[in-house]
């Protein structure tokens, strides 16, 4: 099982070895969700309103993710950071702490799930139509919460440890299951929306325990051990490291909820629930798309965090470079065929035509501006490697729960722009939010990566 090797080699072909078959991965993960959007849009009669409902669960699901990628994603990169000084000690450490938080943290957002799903789906603006499909999805996904934050949390470590196409392949297991149980327990089975929100929990299943086999084994480098007692009393300042890194993916992931509540909210005053199976169509859509653009970063990230906890700046410059690079040429191709062909992505979770005269227009002015996203997901993850936790919340909170919250609630109702003001508010916070943040991380880049390349 071939390892890469962050310290030697063309800093290109690291990156490359590393992302594209994170890609491929994080394009699997996706179908975990998509998959079930696409086959529960073509339910008969009651296919769009289901989509509709699956899509108020999104905030629950997202809320998920945001722990989930507090753990994952701020332990790797100062488990990266440790391994590129050569202390491996304390890179198990912090990957055994995350570990712990992972499977702790889960106990309560499944509790909170199943208890008190009702209220929260009624607060996202279900009505009582949506609820009758929106609330059976959500108590089962939860069910899975375990399963999707080990499976999800953990990944980052084997790509840390530059096993890539292990990671790759844990999620290669849980795709393809959900895949096939899909329309399954959809279809064949008759159960509906209950049938692919079990699907989903069987997946996830497999896919976690791919990833504790691999990590609790012998072929990887540093395997991941359960916390003694004596050494949770122990590592509360790790902890606590962890989570002041991750607390701007945390914060990402947050942010996108609260946006999608708001979304939700407004659309069902000024548009009706036809315009919130829109918006998750959009936010399919988006998903999509832009899982190339966090495969390219999260891909670059720990060459980035390695390189610089080795002191061999220049290769984390180079890095940052060519990330950028790689970003932004996939931004504009897809920005141009999202501008031509609108109506084949659209099609690809839906096959109503009805909706297609509102849903075009929405799609073309939310994505307007994907390109500048290539410069917030370049500052954020650049930030997240280096360690600066302080500058990834700020930018992380800046677009999201300044911009696009405000804009939603503005632009429908003080510029009286009804629907199209909820999807004008995205590509506004993509130019301004994304350059704010593209600016600051090059000046954060010169002071902090000006010391001379680290010599053997």
Known sequence: MKQIDFKNGKILNIILATAIPMLVAQILNLLYNIVDRIYIARIPEVGTAALGAVGLCFPVVILVTAF????????????????????????????????????????????????????????????????TFALPYLRIYMIGTAFSMISTGMNPFINAQGFSIVGMTTVIVGAAANIILDPIFIFVLGMGIEGAAIATVISQALSAAYVLKFLFGKKVSIPVNLLKWSEIKECGQRAANIMGLGTAAFIMQFTNALVQICCNNVLADVGGDIYISIMTIVNSARQMIETPLLAITEGSSPVISYNYGAKRYDKSKKAILLMFLLDFGYSVIIWLFIRIFPEKIIGIFSSDKTILMDAVPAFNLYFSTFIFMTFQ???????????????????????????????????????????????????????????????????????MLKEPEYSE
């Open 68 to 131: 989930t990628n507090m753990y994952g994603s701020g332990g790797a990169p100062l488990f990266s950071m440790a391994r590129g000084r050569g202390d491996k000690k304390e890179a198990a450490a912090i990957q055994n702490t995350s570990f712990f938080l992972l499977i702790v943290t889960s106990v309560p957002l499944i509790l909170i799930g199943e208890f008190f799903g009702e209220p929260i789906l009624r607060l996202f603006g279900a009505s009582s139509e949506a609820l």
């Open 377 to 447: 997901h370049t500052g954020q993850i650049v930030f997240k490697s280096l360690g600066r936790k302080g500058h990834a919340i700020f930018f992380s909170l800046f677009r999201k729960a300044f911009i696009v919250v405000t804009l939603t609630y503005a632009l429908p109702y003080l510029f009286h722009m009804g629907t199209n003001g909820v999807f004008a508010a995205e590509p506004v916070s993509n130019v301004v939010g994304g350059m704010a943040c593209f600016i600051t991380m090059l000046f954060t880049v010169k002071k």
